[in-house]
């Protein structure tokens, strides 16, 4: 079964309701960290934002005084099930600086672990998003380069499905910086 098939099936099995806004599709998941989770562990990777993208991502130039390959032209994604849904909630909007430090673990029997608390923080917590979206994709054909568990796309790429994650879904406190 290909990876957009399988994707949808477990969106239809886990309680789903598509929607649209504008034309705009999306799909609101019962449980949405569990159901990133699994896809995960089945390999797909997310990217997060608050803002509403049609059609494919398109790869853009970050600024990251931290680390090399923050600075590419690429479309950025993360294996990070909790990362996607913070950046859903963070990215695209005015919060300032953004701090995050959330370890994963994957066990051999596919179980996904955080080995230590979660942390985020924001420079701005009054501009958080009441609501963002976390754009999946293949991590076998659509991500070109993974280090330490960011992926990058140099070329457009399709999310193959977009859940809608909610302020109420996101079960960490977001500091303020």
Avoid at 51 to 67: C, F, H, M, Q, Y
Avoid at 119 to 124: C, H, I, M, T, Y
Avoid at 127 to 139: L, Q, R
Avoid at 149 to 157: D, F, N
């Amino acid at each position: 079964m290909d990876q957009q098939k399988k994707l949808l099936q477990k969106i239809r099995s886990v309680g789903v309701e598509r929607n649209k806004k504008e034309g705009f599709e999306f799909y609101d998941v019962g449980g949405p960290q569990e159901f990133l989770e699994w896809a995960c562990v089945n390999e797909y990777v997310f990217h997060g934002s608050s803002r509403v993208i049609e059609g494919n991502l398109e790869p853009r130039e970050a600024i990251d005084d931290i680390k090399a390959s923050g600075n590419r032209k690429a479309v950025y994604m993360t294996i990070n099930p909790i990362l996607a849904m913070f950046t859903a909630l963070a990215g695209g909007k005015d919060v300032g600086t953004r701090r995050n430090k959330v370890f994963l673990e994957i066990t051999d029997q596919g179980v996904v672990r955080y080995p230590k608390p979660p942390e985020f923080a924001v420079g701005k917590p009054e501009e958080i998003a009441n609501e963002g979206y976390v754009y999946i994709f293949d991590k076998v054909s659509q991500v070109d380069e993974e280090t330490n568990g960011e992926c990058l796309s140099y070329k457009p790429i399709k999310p193959l499905a977009i859940i809608r994650i909610k302020r109420v879904d996101f079960q960490f406190p977001i500091e303020k910086i």
